[in-house]
């Protein structure tokens, strides 16, 4: 089991430049989640999705979107990068609740993003 | 809201020190509580948690307890190593998990030397 896998592991982008971050699961998680992490500011939910084909916004989702198409794989998207948006991003998956809780998240290793 | 408080670090000891990371929580109802750890270059792993109150999470020999009266969850080890140095965050996961979403603190640091 690879767990959680994300691509890139980093990335420089210009300001006004698009990309996409893959997040892939092997666990059959039901919900899966995008955080990014800042200094001094912990880790801030993006988006989250509760199943395929079903996503939900979080504390910070301006500037971003999202598709659960394949249950495995959760896609974060920049349309239009800012230098606010530099952070380290990390995805996560879980069970839901029927499987024993969505409480227990597993992480992925994270993609650092840098824009100029 | 619901939310977690954890001590601003650097915290920095010497290996075999004890060691106390405080974490205090506010939140209605009865949440989960959890320590995560991430080593440098890592994502977020789980490290212990408690489900309800009194109970203590224990793992790879950190231990807390989840304490209603006190709403803490302060993470503790008897005798640090160089290896234990990482970046620890307290969480909590809402009592009816409307929002299924974690609650992170900021995150300690502890750097532990030989």
């Known amino acids: 089991n690879a767990g959680v896998t994300q691509t890139p592991k980093f990335r420089v982008l210009k300001t006004g430049q698009s990309m996409t971050l893959l997040c892939a699961q092997d666990m059959n998680h039901e919900y899966m989640y995008w955080y990014r992490q800042d200094p001094g500011m912990g880790l801030r939910l993006i988006h989250y999705?509760?199943?395929?084909?079903?996503?939900a916004k979080g504390e910070v989702p301006d500037g971003y979107n999202v598709s659960r198409l394949k249950k495995q794989n959760f896609l974060l998207g920049l349309e239009s990068a800012a230098p606010s948006q530099t952070s380290v991003y990390f995805c996560?998956?879980?069970?839901?609740?029927?499987?024993?809780?969505?409480?227990?998240?597993?992480f992925g290793p994270g993609t650092r993003l840098l824009v100029l | 809201g619901d939310s977690v408080t954890q001590m601003e670090g650097p915290v920095t000891l010497s290996e075999e020190a004890f060691l106390t990371i405080n974490c205090t929580y506010t939140a209605t109802g009865y949440p989960s509580l959890f320590w995560y750890v991430q080593y440098p270059g890592e994502g977020l792993q789980l490290l212990l948690k408690?489900?309800?109150?009194?109970d203590k999470g224990s793992n790879k020999g950190f231990e807390a307890t989840y304490r209603k009266e006190t709403t803490s969850f302060h993470l503790e080890k008897g005798s640090v190593q160089v290896s234990d140095s990482a970046v620890y965050f307290c969480a909590l996961f809402p009592y009816g998990g409307a929002t299924n979403k974690l609650i992170f603190g900021t995150g300690t640091l502890l750097a532990v030397q030989p």
């Open positions: 408690a489900t309800k109150a009194d």
């Open positions: 999705s509760v199943g395929e084909g079903t996503t």
């Open positions: 996560a998956s879980s069970y839901g609740r029927l499987a024993g809780g969505p409480e227990t998240q597993y």
